[in-house]
């Protein structure tokens, strides 16, 4: 069982880029507006834009499904009761804020940290809703319910070059909204009879979750210095805080980054130089745009 959750963590994470890349070419062209005599023939129902996102996202059901069940049994476990895990799949919509907050209670962790570590991972939803928020209609209510079906995958599903398809996103995020609701019910429904989820290897789910998460991330030396230093951080204290503290206190990892050089790409260095005084031919330096044409001697 452990097994199958690490495949079913690495294929979740796998799928959503290359299910973005398998986009038609109307649909990835789709924000560039088409000559008025074109838009007729061009243009898209919105049932089967909508049906686009639930057809792309499709594949990613069964996963979407076995991680929310695996949820409500380990909320169970946990000592969340079944009522308040079904509402807050229904209200957080977020697995990896989720799975944090029933590690951090399942160790016995304060509820003040598990609710530190869950903002933390949804930190990232900040960027990710300012980059789509030209999509949403409406006044502020409408605008809240449509922002709550913005995932990681449906936001990489319906973004088309920096510009994001509504109907994709909203599409894909309903059936993934429905999915994850269905598979937490099932959870709780099953935890009821199960004496210890580790038989099942279910206590796996959450570190599968994010080895899968951060896998794909390790592509630079900062980045793996940035993770070992934050594994390191939290085996130190372990054994020494309260559980919820060590996973709150290795974010403090993310700052080797601002240890980083900054590199200046080589456009902007030769505009930077173009800028510059320059030596003449007698050593005085002068501006580029003060230089004129030589006359021709005559």
Same mark, same amino acid.
């Given at each position: 069982?452990?097994?199958?959750?690490?495949?079913?963590?690495?294929?979740?994470?796998?799928?959503?880029?290359?299910?973005?890349?398998?986009?038609?070419?109307?649909?990835?062209?789709?924000?560039?507006?088409?000559?008025?005599?074109?838009?007729?023939?061009?243009?898209?129902?919105?049932?089967?834009?909508?049906?686009?996102?639930?057809?792309?996202?499709?594949?990613?059901?069964?996963?979407?499904?076995?991680?929310?069940?695996?949820?409500?049994? +380990? #909320?169970?476990? *946990?000592?969340?009761?079944?009522?308040?895990?079904? &509402?807050?799949? @229904?209200?957080?919509? $977020?697995?990896? !804020?989720?799975?944090?907050?029933?590690?951090?209670?399942?160790?016995?962790?304060?509820?003040?940290?598990?609710?530190?570590?869950?903002?933390?991972?949804?930190?990232?939803?900040?960027?990710?809703?300012?980059?789509?928020?030209?999509?949403?209609?409406?006044?502020?209510?409408?605008?809240?319910?449509?922002?709550?079906?913005?995932?990681?995958?449906?936001?990489?599903?319906?973004?088309?070059?920096?510009?994001?398809?509504?109907?994709?996103?909203?599409?894909?995020?309903?059936?993934?909204?429905?999915?994850?609701?269905?598979?937490?019910?099932?959870?709780?429904?099953?935890?009821?009879?199960?004496?210890?989820?580790?038989?099942?290897?279910?206590?796996?789910?959450?570190?599968?979750?994010? +080895? #899968?998460?951060? *896998?794909?991330?390790?592509?630079?030396?900062?980045? &793996?210095?940035? @993770?070992?230093?934050? $594994?390191?951080? !939290?085996?130190?204290?372990?054994?020494?805080?309260?559980?919820?503290?060590?996973?709150?206190?290795?974010?403090?990892?993310?700052?080797?980054?601002?240890?980083?050089?900054?590199?200046?790409?080589?456009?902007?260095?030769?505009?930077?130089?173009?800028?510059?005084?320059?030596?003449?031919?007698?050593?005085?330096?002068?501006?580029?745009?003060?230089?004129?044409?030589?006359?021709?001697?005559?």
């Amino acid at each position: 069982m452990r097994a199958v959750f690490l495949h079913t963590a690495r294929s979740l994470l796998a799928s959503v880029p290359e299910s973005a890349l398998r986009t038609s070419p109307a649909a990835s062209e789709a924000h560039t507006p088409p000559p008025a005599d074109e838009r007729s023939a061009t243009s898209r129902t919105p049932a089967s834009s909508y049906r686009a996102g639930v057809r792309a996202v499709l594949p990613l059901i069964p996963a979407v499904v076995a991680f929310g069940a695996s949820f409500g049994v +380990l #909320a169970q476990a *946990a000592g969340i009761g079944g009522v308040a895990s079904l &509402v807050m799949s @229904a209200t957080t919509f $977020a697995g990896s !804020a989720q799975f944090a907050v029933v590690s951090v209670l399942g160790a016995g962790g304060t509820t003040a940290a598990a609710i530190v570590a869950a903002v933390l991972l949804n930190a990232r939803y900040g960027p990710m809703g300012l980059a789509a928020a030209d999509v949403f209609k409406g006044g502020p209510l409408r605008r809240l319910l449509e922002a709550q079906l913005l995932v990681d995958e449906s936001w990489a599903l319906s973004n088309r070059d920096g510009r994001f398809d509504r109907r994709v996103m909203l599409g894909a995020g309903a059936f993934l909204y429905v999915g994850w609701n269905a598979g937490t019910a099932i959870g709780v429904a099953a935890g009821d009879s199960l004496a210890d989820p580790a038989t099942l290897g279910l206590d796996a789910a959450f570190p599968a979750l994010f +080895l #899968a998460l951060l *896998a794909p991330l390790l592509r630079s030396r900062t980045s &793996v210095a940035a @993770a070992f230093l934050g $594994a390191a951080i !939290a085996l130190a204290l372990t054994p020494i805080t309260p559980a919820g503290v060590p996973v709150i206190a290795a974010t403090a990892a993310c700052l080797v980054g601002l240890t980083r050089p900054r590199s200046v790409p080589a456009g902007a260095q030769a505009g930077a130089d173009a800028g510059r005084p320059q030596p003449d031919a007698a050593g005085r330096r002068t501006h580029p745009r003060d230089a004129r044409p030589q006359e021709a001697s005559t």
